[in-house]
T-cell receptor, first 114, second 113 residues
Framework: GAVVSQHPSRVICKSGTSVKIECRSLDFQATTMFWYRQFPKQSLMLMATSNEGSKATYEQGVEKDKFLINHASLTLSTLTVTSAHPEDSSFYIC??????????FGEGSWLTVV | AQSVTQPDIHITVSEGASLELRCNYS??????LFWYVQSPGQGLQLLLK??????LVQGIKGFEAEFKRSQSSFNLRKPSVHWSDAAEYFCAVAASGYNKLIFGAGTRLAVHP
């Protein structure tokens, strides 16, 4: 089946620094990718929709300047958490939609800000 | 507005027993419906999906789900649960224009030996 890969799977960064998470569709082209955040034992919260070649669409309450999303190609979207703080520590998951409208998820990335 | 309700937060079943996880959705048009499974600390794996056609959908790992428009439901079933099925299960509906998925709160499944 279709595979979506995220990297890194785990990252620890210092407060005030920025960290980038990559999301790749390995065997299909994805014009649309989605970024979610998940708190422990909770459901997924959609942060933004990333469209190749255009600006991301952010959900209400998500800071655009803090969570920078770039969808530079049909197989790659990146999420950059800028000036990270401990409250940004979370599990971030991306997903990608194929031409058949099925959405596949990556393995997730654990971010810890110390 | 679109929404998904998973009434059961936790379910515990014995290995070998049958399973049904409930999902109700609210959506004006014909929805795209999905079930995903998430193991602790992992991403989500697609179990099955419904777009149109046969309302009984077969998925991976022996799971199936039935779309019932009259009840706005898309319940997930498995005839015989294995210990490895213990995980979190999410039902999701694609919102208008198919721009994004709306997730239910999830159901945590525990399997007793």
């Amino acid at each position: 089946g279709a595979v979506v890969s995220q990297h890194p799977s785990r990252v620890i960064c210092k407060s005030g620094t920025s960290v980038k998470i990559e999301c790749r569709s390995l065997d299909f082209q994805a014009t649309t990718m989605f970024w979610y955040r998940q708190f422990p034992k909770q459901s997924l919260m959609l942060m933004a929709t990333s469209n190749e070649g255009s600006k991301a669409t952010y959900e209400q309450g998500v800071e655009k300047d803090k969570f920078l999303i770039n969808h530079a190609s049909l197989t790659l979207s990146t999420l950059t958490v800028t000036s990270a703080h401990p409250e940004d520590s979370s599990f971030y998951i991306c997903s990608a939609r194929d031409v058949g409208n099925t959405i596949y998820f990556g393995e997730g990335s654990w971010l810890t800000v110390v | 507005a679109q929404s998904v309700t998973q009434p059961d937060i936790h379910i515990t079943v014995s290995e070998g027993a049958s399973l049904e996880l409930r999902c109700n959705y609210s959506y004006g048009a014909t929805p795209y419906l999905f079930w995903y499974v998430q193991s602790p600390g992992q991403g989500l794996q697609l179990l099955l999906k419904y777009f149109s056609g046969d309302t009984l959908v077969q998925g991976i790992k022996g799971f199936e789900a039935e779309f019932k428009r009259s009840q706005s439901s898309f319940n997930l079933r498995k005839p015989s649960v294995h210990w490895s099925d213990a995980a979190e299960y999410f039902c999701a509906v694609a919102a208008s224009g198919y721009n994004k998925l709306i997730f239910g709160a999830g159901t945590r499944l525990a399997v007793h030996p």
